[in-house]
């Protein structure tokens, strides 16, 4: 099935033939018609800060040579763009032109074509920043193929090291009839409850993380786990796995270290009629959970 969840949809190609090319990464940095997506520090740029769009900056080679880390991101209306690391500025450069903003804030008002390439680069800035040295001897990596790869500088080692990417789990978990679990954390707006999640542990498949994570945040068993859909949650490094699952217990065990907020089941109709407030409110528009629940309580 085609996948329709926020951040997931490039709309551009990534040409990733291209990467390795060095003398055509050159050509495109030299390139008067190619395009900086500024990040500084992991913020996006936008002109607009209350109707966002995807705000690049004309190829500035002096901009590009200043700059720890460039990333070429693909070409997006057949022009080549690179995310250009601009942290090392104590103040947020180009200000004439507009604002950097973070996409947990402004994601949901922008296209999704260019939310998606935005969320590209800056997941890849976030990535570099984090790897700066070689996991295995501690030496300094550097930047390849057009900053997706990262390459230990000692001649002994040179282990790549490719972007991180953490998976986890997120489930909607239903009783069999019109009630779904929800829960709360902490960081979480007021009000707001979410399906359950988790991240995946090695040696795991996902159906056990489903199934081990729902059993240690609210103590309950499960079967007939289906895969729903993925979604890229770049903040900082996740792909979320969707799923469904059906419970075959159904009194809660609340693990509040996890859940601050608790955790309870809830019915189609209080859903569907949900306050939207601080005394209840549904997940972000953007995310998987919002999807899912939104599907269940139309269905
Ligand atoms: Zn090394």
């Not at 001649?155 to 709360?184: E, Q, W, Y």
């Not at 895969?227 to 890229?232: A, K």
Request: hydrophobic fraction near 35%; aromatic fraction near 10%.
């Amino acid at each position: 099935m085609v996948s329709f969840n926020f951040y997931d949809r490039p709309g551009f190609d990534k040409a990733g033939h291209l990467r390795t090319d060095k003398a055509w990464l050159e050509r495109q940095i030299a390139s008067d018609s190619s395009q900086i997506v500024p990040i500084w520090r992991s913020r996006n740029f936008v002109a607009d800060i209350e109707s966002p769009r995807l705000t690049t900056v004309p190829m500035n080679k002096s901009i590009v040579d200043d700059s720890p880390v460039i990333v070429f991101l693909g070409l997006f209306n057949d022009t080549a763009h690179f995310a250009v690391d601009l942290s090392h500025h104590e103040k947020p450069p180009f200000c004439d032109a507009g604002r950097f903003a973070d996409l947990r804030v402004i994601g949901t008002l922008l296209p999704r074509d260019e939310s998606s390439l935005m969320a590209f680069a800056r997941a890849h800035m976030t990535w570099h920043k984090r790897h700066k040295f070689c996991g295995c001897c501690g030496a300094a990596t550097k930047s390849k193929n057009g900053g997706h790869v990262r390459v230990c500088t000692n001649a002994n080692c040179k282990t790549s090291c490719f972007p991180r990417i953490d998976p986890a789990v997120i489930m909607l978990i239903h009783d069999g009839g019109d009630r779904i679990v929800l829960g709360r954390k902490k960081t979480m707006l007021p009000g707001q409850h979410s399906i359950l999640a988790g991240f995946v542990e090695p040696g795991e498949s996902l159906e056990n993380a489903v199934a081990r994570e729902v059993f240690e945040e609210v103590g309950i068993e499960i079967t007939d786990v289906n895969y729903h859909s993925s979604q890229p949650w770049p903040f900082p490094a996740n792909i979320m796995l969707g799923f469904t699952a059906r419970a075959t217990t159904f009194e809660l065990k609340v693990d509040y270290n996890e859940l601050e907020g608790g955790a309870r089941w809830f019915s189609k109709e209080y859903l569907r009629n949900s306050p939207e407030n601080d005394s209840f409110r549904l997940p972000r528009k953007d995310s998987i959970s919002r999807r899912l629940m939104t599907e269940w309580i139309e269905s």
